[in-house]
């Protein structure tokens, strides 16, 4: 016995029925296409009815790329994550390298401020006292996602300063 009325067709609420869901994940948070598209899969919708959502919504301005990668650059950046790994997270997610390329240069984030305050709110003001301390303070900046650059302005930094 089947719950759905008969005078519409399955793939016509299937439709409806994938949109609402792709609108709720959106009123909770940003997401990428390709995020939404994976999450509505593992809730058994048809790549057909994701398909025509997603371009429905990308048409409606619900779902809006430039808007989710904003965002989640800003976001991460609060977190103390540097560029090298947000970059990573973007393309992980299905953003092309030249749009989170392109966020990353237009956030208003200076990256060597932040490696400093990332690494002085693990490891103290103080600097490392020998070069085994450096490397793994070091190591911690680059697993966070800071180039090399700022790793070492983070680090040089302190040196300057006392």
């Not at 709110?121 to 793994?136: L, Q, V, W």
């Amino acid at each position: 016995m089947s719950l759905r009325p008969s005078n519409k067709p399955e793939t016509d609420l299937d439709g409806a029925a994938c949109r609402r869901q792709a609108l709720d994940l959106l009123a909770r948070r940003e997401h990428s296409r390709r995020e939404l598209d994976r999450k509505l899969r593992a809730r058994g919708f048809a790549p057909e009815a994701i398909e025509a959502a997603l371009t429905e919504l990308t048409a409606t301005g619900a779902l809006a790329e430039a808007r989710f990668t904003e965002s989640y650059v800003r976001t991460r950046a609060a977190r103390g994550k540097g560029p090298v790994r947000i970059r990573a997270e973007l393309a992980e997610r299905g953003v092309a390298a030249e749009d989170g390329a392109a966020a990353l240069g237009t956030a208003e984030q200076d990256w060597n401020a932040l490696a400093r305050e990332v690494r002085a709110k693990r490891f103290g003001s103080t600097a490392p006292k020998d070069y085994k301390e450096r490397a793994r303070q070091a190591r911690f900046l680059a697993y966070r996602g800071f180039d090399a650059a700022q790793i070492k302005s983070a680090l040089d930094g302190l040196d300057d300063s006392e």
